[in-house]
Every structure is written in structure tokens, then in C-alpha cells.
């Protein structure tokens, strides 16, 4: 019996090799990776460029802890990733994962509070539902009761608005009117919780995997910003799953041009080939901060030159193969597509997203938006007949622990339409099967 666990004792495949779109277990059953893992993989597995990369890096040097040393792999993936970022967005700091990251934006946001003598501002306001990570910083922001409750003793739980799902609650997400009515639920929020205690707000600019790929309705982020200025509080952008092209711009803001504060980035960065995520902030935050002694906070893996060169290469391949641009052509064509699922499987009640940040969610009626029961587990069920067929896609609960299933169809940038005919048709197998 194998010694790991991880949420369950469930066994899975022993994975042998990866490349490109596709991976092969132990017994040479292939599977078509249409979740990016977990919407990791942005640049597909086993690129040339990367190992390569990786390797010239592993023979130079593998480790420079922070206090010792700068080293050219972090200095050069920290301006290739600033260049990308809006304006003002230029100070970075690395880390090895999307909770890291979400962490390390809270505790900048309230160092950065303390040093500008507004030591009152502490609560983050976030969404339900939402994913910002595991650990109890990012935990006690995320807005999914399932997996905040058993810690609640343990944390401080931040306030929360709901997100803006306007096809749950009848409302024309394309209308100005419906992002302004969501967002001035967070200029209410901010009342209630008293403006002078309230520090910033985090957001991811299309929902990951707690929404299902809910992309912002018209004007949301933009009155969001207002709000954020009106207030004094700052602006925090969650695109550990959104970033990297995901959703066919290199940041998922970038569909709005809004301007963050911070920039919390992980998973496609990395592109599963290291451990990497980063916090990059506007340097009107940073500079007060070193100037009143420096940040109080630091991960012992922080800047790893491994990481930072699979980094660095992965964000060449996104510009040499134009995968934004790939994402939004593809997505397009993919969305296209699951909204003819959603035609032919009556179960399917809303199809959503932006670039390859997709999904599909069951309902039981689609017009009175009824979810299908939970004791069906319905979302597991889906993906596990999928995998049978060699398959892989990503499912979570959508409707905060109550009930509701979505599957999130996520595979990496480089897709061509072949992958899409592939996809749609595993995915309409599987519906036929799953009814
Ligand atoms: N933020 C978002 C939006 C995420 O989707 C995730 C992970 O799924 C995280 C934060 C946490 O990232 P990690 O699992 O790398 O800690």
C-alpha cells in the first residue's frame, strides 16, 4: 500500500511520460490533459526550450539562498514578468505557489498600511465563492465554506460579498448595470465593516475553480477600481489561475484594463515544470515598506534559480509561440463547441469562460437554474467516466458547499482544433454514458 495521501486514499495511475497536450500512464494508456493538470500546464509538457533552460541552469547552479545571493535566473525572470505587468507594476517577489503568493500580497498590503500610518486597515474583503489557497492567510479570504470550516477556530475569517454570478440570478452579464449592482455590493460591504479598518480587496477577474470560469460582467472590475480609490483600499488581482495567457491576454485583468495594486501569480508561470508563483506589486507599495525597515516575510524557497529559469523559458515560449493569441483563436472555437453540448445534453444548463479558462455547469432545469441533487456527486462521477475515456478535466462544487457541479475544460495554450474535436468528442461520450 503506497504511503502518500493526499485529500483521500484513492489510487491513481502511476504516470509515466508527458508531451505536449497528452500524457501516458505506467500501462501506455494515454489520456488527452484538458485541465492543465490543474490549469498548470499553460505551454503543454516536456517543452524543448524549458528542459533545456532548466538543464543549463542545473549545471551552473541549483540553489543561491536569498540572504547570500541575487542570481541572474530570478534578476532576468523578475524584468520578463514586469514587462508584462500594467504600468506601475514592477516590484516582484517570488514564491512557490499560489498560496505563497496570496499570502505574501496580504501581509505587503498590511505592512504597507502601517508604514503610510493607516495601522487600522487590516480586513481583506473577498468573494463567495472563491479560491485563494490552502493556508490560513489565503484560507480565511477564500469564500467556500467546504473547506474553510473545519479552520475557522483557527483564523481570522475576512468579510465576504458574493460574486457576481448573474446567470444564477437572471440578470444580463453583458449589461453595465449588473457589474455595477454587484460591485456596489462591495462599497456596502466596506460601509459595514467600518472604511477606516478595511485594507484591500481580492478578486480573481474570471472565477477559477470555485465559479467556474465566471468571467466579470461589463463594468465590474472597472467600478471595483473606483470603489478601491474612493476608499483608499487597495486592489488585489488573483491571477494564479488567470495569468500566463490562460485566458487569452497574458493577465486576465488585461480584458479590462483595470490597474491592480498587487498581482498574485503561480501555476501557469511555472507551467508545472517548477514549483513558482510570484507577487508583483506596485512600487508605490513597496518603497515605504523597505523604507520603514523592510518586508517581514520570506520563504526559504524563494527565488530559486531553477525555478526562476523554468520561469523565465516558459514566458519565452508563451511570446515565441503567441499562446495569448492561441488561447483567445481557440477558446473562441472551444466555447463554440461546449455550447453545442450544452444543445444536444439537456443537463448541461450554462456553458462560460474566456480563452481556455472554460466550463460547463448541470443543472437539473435549466430555466429555473435548479442543480442537480447533491447526493449524486455528480461533477466527481463526470470526471472519473471521462478519465475511463482518457480524458482529463477538472471539477469543483459551485454553489458553496450547498449543491451544484461544474466541469472546467482548461487544456494547455498550445491546442490546435484537432485537440478541440478530440475534447468535444470525449466530452459528448461522456455525457451519453454519465445520463
Ligand atoms: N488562487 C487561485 C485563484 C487558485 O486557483 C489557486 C489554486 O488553485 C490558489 C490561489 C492557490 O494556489 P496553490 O495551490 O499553488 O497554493
Known amino acids: 500500500?503506497?504511503?502518500?495521501?493526499?485529500q483521500g486514499r484513492g489510487r491513481k495511475p502511476v504516470l509515466d511520460q508527458?508531451?505536449?497536450?497528452?500524457?501516458?500512464?505506467?500501462?501506455?494508456?494515454?489520456?488527452?490533459?484538458?485541465?492543465?493538470?490543474?490549469?498548470?500546464?499553460?505551454i503543454g509538457h516536456s517543452n524543448d526550450h524549458v528542459l533545456a533552460a532548466m538543464q543549463r541552469q542545473m549545471e551552473k547552479s541549483t540553489f543561491g539562498y536569498r540572504l547570500h545571493f541575487e542570481t541572474e535566473a530570478s534578476e532576468n525572470m523578475a524584468e520578463k514578468l514586469a514587462e508584462k505587468m500594467p504600468e506601475g507594476l514592477d516590484r516582484v517577489f517570488f514564491v512557490s505557489g499560489g498560496s505563497e503568493a496570496v499570502e505574501s500580497a496580504m501581509k505587503l498590503a498590511r505592512q504597507y498600511a502601517l508604514a503610510v500610518g493607516q495601522g487600522e486597515r487590516w480586513k481583506i474583503i473577498s468573494r463567495t465563492p472563491s479560491y485563494h489557497g490552502c493556508t490560513l492567510g489565503a484560507l480565511a479570504t477564500t469564500g467556500y465554506t467546504t473547506l474553510t470550516a473545519p479552520f475557522e477556530p483557527m483564523m481570522r475569517v475576512m468579510p465576504k460579498v458574493p460574486a457576481p454570478r448573474a446567470y444564477l440570478d437572471g440578470l444580463d452579464p453583458d449589461a453595465a448595470a449588473t457589474g455595477r449592482h454587484y460591485a456596489d455590493m462591495l462599497a456596502r460591504r466596506i460601509e459595514?465593516?467600518?472604511?477606516?479598518?478595511?485594507?484591500a480587496f481580492i478578486v480573481e477577474p474570471i472565477g477559477g475553480a470555485s465559479t467556474g470560469a465566471l468571467v466579470s460582467p461589463a463594468g465590474y472590475l472597472e467600478r471595483v477600481r473606483e470603489i478601491c480609490d474612493q476608499y483608499g483600499i487597495l486592489l488585489i488581482l488573483d491571477e494564479v489561475m488567470t495569468g500566463a495567457g490562460r485566458t487569452g491576454a497574458f493577465l486576465g485583468v488585461d480584458h479590462w484594463g483595470v490597474r491592480p495594486d498587487i498581482v498574485v501569480m503561480s501555476k501557469?508561470?511555472?507551467?508545472?515544470y517548477a514549483p513558482l508563483g510570484a507577487m508583483v506589486a506596485d512600487r508605490r507599495l513597496v518603497e515605504p515598506v523597505l523604507d520603514a525597515?523592510?518586508?517581514?516575510?520570506?520563504?526559504?524557497?524563494?527565488?530559486?534559480?531553477?525555478?526562476?529559469?523554468?520561469g523565465l523559458a516558459v514566458l519565452e515560449e508563451i511570446d515565441r509561440q503567441d499562446l495569448c493569441t492561441n488561447a483567445a483563436a481557440m477558446g473562441e472555437k472551444l466555447l463554440a463547441r461546449l455550447n453545442g453540448l450544452m444543445q444536444r445534453h439537456e443537463i448541461i444548463g450554462d456553458v462560460r469562460g474566456k480563452g481556455l479558462l472554460t466550463a460547463f455547469e448541470f443543472m437539473s432545469d435549466r430555466s429555473t437554474k435548479a442543480p442537480l441533487p447533491k447526493q449524486l456527486n455528480a461533477h466527481q462521477?463526470?470526471?472519473?467516466?471521462?478519465?475511463?475515456?482518457?480524458?482529463?478535466?477538472?471539477?469543483?462544487r459551485t454553489r458553496d458547499?450547498?449543491?451544484?457541479?461544474?466541469?472546467?475544460?482548461?487544456?494547455?495554450?498550445?491546442?490546435?482544433?484537432?485537440?478541440?474535436?478530440?475534447i468535444i468528442e470525449g466530452l459528448d461520450e461522456s455525457l451519453v454514458q454519465f445520463a
Open 1 to 6: 500500500m503506497s504511503k502518500l495521501f493526499y
Open 18 to 42: 508527458a508531451r505536449g497536450v497528452y500524457m501516458w500512464d505506467k500501462n501506455g494508456r494515454r489520456y488527452l490533459d484538458g485541465s492543465s493538470g490543474a490549469m498548470v500546464c499553460n
Open 192 to 199: 459595514e465593516e467600518g472604511p477606516e479598518n478595511v485594507l
Open 268 to 272: 501557469g508561470i511555472g507551467s508545472g
Open 293 to 310: 525597515g523592510g518586508f517581514a516575510h520570506g520563504f526559504t524557497y524563494a527565488g530559486n534559480p531553477l525555478a526562476c529559469a523554468a
Open 381 to 396: 462521477r463526470f470526471v472519473d467516466i471521462a478519465y475511463e475515456r482518457g480524458l482529463i478535466v477538472y471539477s469543483r
Open 401 to 422: 458547499g450547498v449543491e451544484g457541479d461544474h466541469i472546467l475544460v482548461c487544456p494547455p495554450l498550445i491546442l490546435n482544433e484537432g485537440h478541440i474535436d478530440e
